[in-house]
């Protein structure tokens, strides 16, 4: 089982960039696809990037390829979400979320058992 806890969210102008970090506990991280999902105010939760357990692979939501990168470090058990150019329509609370890998045959953004509380960002314009 792994806990996650996100952090780095905040206020940022239109064009400016955040990164948001999620920490997790347990010592079986480095088994653990990750991924981040955002919900904005009156709108469903939609996936923004997802990453394997060796950080090999990446995944991003279409309209999101090119100003977000997902990475992590498996020595810190952390995942990290750089968010660039960010735009108003970024606004949203941010999740982050594990499954374990033995789970990979399904979809990149189906699976997550684990979340994290979330990270509050607002990008003014």
């Known amino acids: 089982q792994v806990h996650l806890v996100e952090s780095g969210g905040g206020l940022v102008q239109a064009g400016g960039s955040l990164r948001l970090s999620c920490a997790a506990s347990?010592?079986?991280?480095?088994?653990?696809?990750m991924a981040w999902f955002r919900q904005a105010p009156g709108k469903t939760r939609e996936p923004v990037a997802g990453?394997?357990?060796?950080?090999?692979?990446?995944y991003y939501a279409d309209s999101l390829k090119g100003r977000f990168t997902i990475s992590r470090d498996n020595a810190k058990n952390t995942v990290y979400l750089q968010m660039n150019s960010l735009k108003p329509e970024d606004t949203a609370v941010y999740y982050c979320?594990?499954?374990?890998?033995?789970?990979?045959?399904?979809?990149?953004?189906?699976?997550?058992?684990?979340w994290g509380q979330g990270t509050q960002v607002t990008v003014s314009s």
């Open positions: 990453i394997n357990w060796s950080g090999g692979t990446t």
């Open positions: 347990g010592r079986t991280f480095s088994v653990y696809t």
């Open positions: 979320a594990g499954r374990r890998s033995d789970r990979d045959s399904l979809p990149p953004f189906l699976g997550y058992g684990y």
